[in-house]
Structure formats: structure tokens, C-alpha cells
């Protein structure tokens, strides 16, 4: 089992930034991609960004492409979402998501965070 707690939402006004947070724990050897997505009301959940274990492959929905960024600590067993230049577009509920072993998708995911942006 993993297991996945994500921090740092909250409320702030377009062209701030915020940092999300997401830690990992328990079987943490048996994942190999960790990604955010996100779910704006009355919206199916969208891909935000993700990434591999190494941090060495690192994927963007078009509409953050240059404003998110995604990071890593491995020692810390977390991932980062870096996002700059806020839109209200952007409010949702932020999730962070593991795939482990042969899983064809993310099989485990957080609790999700709320971000909220004002104009």
C-alpha cells in the first residue's frame, strides 16, 4: 500500500504563486510515476503534470506548460507542484497520484488540496 497526503492549497489572487506538496509513504520502492492532477467543479479530473520516480521524464498539460513545474525529493519521498502565474482557471482540487509495479494507470491518490484563485 501507499499511502499520499498532499499540502499547501489555499486561496490566493491571479499572477501569485503557490507550492504544493505531496509525501509518500509506505510501500514507496514499488513506485515508478508520480503525477498531480486536478478537478475544478462540475469538471471531470484533468492531468496537471507528472513525472517518473528519477525525475528524469516530465510531462505538462498544455494549459500550465511554462507557468507549473514539477519537482522532486526523493529522499524525502515527496513531489512538488511549483505554480507560478495563477489563473482562476486553475482553482480546483489538486490530487496527487502514484502508479506502482505493472499498474496501467495511478492506482492510489491523495486526499486533494483546494486552490482557489481570485481575480
Known amino acids: 500500500q501507499v499511502q499520499l497526503v498532499e499540502s499547501g492549497g489555499g486561496s490566493v489572487e491571479v499572477g501569485a504563486s503557490l507550492r504544493l506538496s505531496c509525501v509518500a509513504s509506505g510501500r514507496t520502492f514499488s513506485i515508478n510515476r508520480m503525477g498531480w492532477f486536478r478537478q475544478a467543479p462540475g469538471k471531470a479530473r484533468e492531468f496537471v503534470a507528472d513525472t517518473n520516480w528519477f525525475g528524469s521524464e516530465r510531462g505538462y498539460a498544455d494549459s500550465v506548460k511554462g507557468r507549473f513545474t514539477i519537482s522532486r525529493d526523493n529522499a524525502k519521498s515527496t513531489r512538488y507542484l511549483q505554480m507560478n502565474s495563477l489563473k482562476p482557471e486553475d482553482t480546483a482540487v489538486y490530487y496527487c497520484?502514484?502508479?506502482?509495479?505493472?499498474?496501467?494507470?495511478?492506482?492510489?491518490w491523495g486526499q486533494g488540496t483546494q486552490v482557489t484563485v481570485s481575480s
Open positions: 497520484a502514484a502508479k506502482t509495479g505493472s499498474a496501467q494507470s495511478y492506482n492510489y
